[in-house]
């Protein structure tokens, strides 16, 4: 899972310093939005991983 996160993470680190450069609003926004969707499917999977503890501390 953390390399599933670490790879668009790093792409969208190469894609911005390239949009900076390049000043291009296009990649900018691109590489953010890389960054948001590793940031929004991590807080999915935690709140997974609690839901689930939780619910296995209920039953058992």
Do not use: C, W, Y
């Not at 890389?34 to 609690?50: A, D």
């Amino acid at each position: 899972m953390i390399i599933a996160a670490a790879i668009p993470l790093l792409f969208s680190h190469f894609e911005l310093r390239a949009g900076v450069r390049a000043n291009s609003p296009a990649l900018i926004a691109d590489a953010k939005e890389h960054r948001v969707h590793v940031f929004t499917t991590g807080v999915v999977f935690l709140q997974r991983f609690r839901l689930k503890g939780l619910t296995s501390l209920s039953t058992g």
